[in-house]
């Protein structure tokens, strides 16, 4: 069964500031891999899709990498924002139709 | 990008009573839904597949019978709790499928909060 998890469990920064999110994986045999924002109480939304034979995928200030071998991936926020305060879920699929397996999701507080 | 609706978004039962919750995609056909639930704090865990037309496929440790998926169409799940009692309140969350592969790009309601009283 796919492992997923979210390293730091809660992140707190200054405006302004360039961050890392961290996602690894035990089984490297995935389909793609998906990063989410969700907002307390709120459903989720979807920020980035990496196919498995993509390595990276790119919007806006958003930037998330995808290395199978390693089983990792990272999510990251160029600029931050107090907007971009919100709980940070990546997910995996092991293939087409399949359903995802989630991380434990980084929480993510930016400080005006 | 595509659109999965819920209804409720949120719904007070008393203990013993069923609830039952329904997930749309708006503007596209999904063969497969998935239902996930939440508890608080915590991540997404998947319940069960929902399948048009056949039966669901439920993960280990959901009870099928508490937990009923009808799929009846390419554009409506419907996950009814039966007899709830207050562990079963949470945060529910369906997903489908658009675009088809390689790209399985999942959407995601915006989720169900039930309160068992």
């Known amino acids: 069964k796919q492992e997923v998890t979210q390293i730091p469990a809660a992140l707190s920064v200054p405006e302004g500031e360039n961050l890392v999110l961290n996602c690894s994986f035990t089984d490297s045999a995935i389909y793609n891999l998906q990063w989410f924002r969700q907002d307390p109480g709120k459903g989720l939304t979807s920020l980035l899709l990496i196919q498995s034979s993509q390595r990276e995928q790119t919007s806006g200030r958003l930037n998330a990498s995808l290395d199978k071998s390693s089983g990792r991936s990272t999510l990251y926020i160029a600029a931050s924002q107090p907007g971009d305060s919100a709980t940070y879920l990546c997910?995996?699929?092991?293939?087409?139709?399949?359903?995802?397996?989630f991380g434990t999701g980084t929480s993510l507080t930016v400080i005006p | 990008g595509a659109v999965v609706s819920q209804h409720p978004s949120r719904v007070i039962c008393k203990s013993g009573t069923s609830v039952k919750i329904e997930c749309r995609s708006l503007d596209f056909q999904a063969t497969t839904m998935f239902w996930y639930r939440q508890f608080p704090k915590q991540s997404l865990m998947l319940m069960a597949t929902s399948n048009e037309g056949s039966k669901a496929t439920y993960e280990q440790g959901v009870e099928k019978d508490k937990f009923l998926i009808n799929h009846a169409s390419l554009t409506l799940s419907t996950l009814t709790v039966t007899s709830a009692h207050p562990e079963d309140s949470s945060f529910y969350i369906c997903?489908?499928?658009?675009?088809?592969?390689?790209?399985?790009?999942?959407?995601f309601g915006p989720g169900t909060r039930l309160t068992v009283l």
């Open positions: 997910a995996i699929s092991r293939g087409a139709g399949n359903q995802f397996y």
């Open positions: 997903s489908a499928g658009a675009g088809g592969p390689p790209y399985n790009e999942q959407f």
